[in-house]
């Protein structure tokens, strides 16, 4: 049975995801060796073609789409669940010209939406996304762009919130917010890419139909995230899209077309399903 590697990060959406498939309770005609790291990472390794199924960024995909396709399942788009930009002090958006902005890696889909926003701003530091808040708190920069469960918890920080870049695109677009994607080398073929497909949609069906047995795995991957924004984090992130991508490919090609406007990304016809 041929085995492939795959890649997610450790947050709670990823890792509800894909729990059956990590501990065998999906079976198929593929097996997976799982890698847990960050997002921005997985980005730059399937710059590399590391990966044979990933997570990324939608703005990382759109250097990748020549080498991988985008599946139908384990996506993350939704509303009400973009980046904030957040600081110590109220600021105007002309004020954050200039000024140090931390941002958790410029392949995600949170930079790829403050550079849509404001393409003005262009002081920008990268940092792990766990280490933005604490960096906006103790005045290393002067505001961060926040993803993932600080989304709940900057305000333990004592930051306010500048920006919701998610509601902007939102009211921009009147489209989803589009994050991130799990893509298949292209090289593997139609069949094997829909078999994979498949055996992601029932691992999500699986943990939506297992949520206990789910726990153990997301706490150990959580970085000492307590339940309640446990599950805070999944319910934001995880819904019918996930399941289906659905019309929520119009968000995707609509995010995509803007930044292939604006020079963010090159060009690629390669279509963004295999089938």
Known sequence: MKTLSLGYSPCPN???????????KIRGDVEFSEMLRDVETLNRMALHAEMDVTKTSFYAFGYLQDNYCLLHSGSALGRGCGPLIVSKNPLR?????????????????AYLLLQLFAPEIKNVVEMPFDRIMNAVSLGTVDAGLIIHEGRFTYPKYNLIKLIDLGEWWEKETGLPIPLGGILAKRELG???????????????????????STREYIKNNAQEMDDTVIDQHIGLYVNDYTLDIGDGVLAIREMLKRAGELNLIPYSDEPLFID
């Open 190 to 212: 139609a069949n094997v890419i829909r078999e994979i497909d498949r055996m992601i949609r029932e691992s999500i069906e699986y943990a939506f139909r297992n949520r206990a």
């Open 14 to 24: 990823d890792t509800f995801i894909f729990y059956a498939l990590a501990h065998k």
């Open 93 to 109: 958006v002309s004020e954050l010209y200039g000024r140090k902005i931390a941002i958790p890696g410029k392949m995600t889909t």
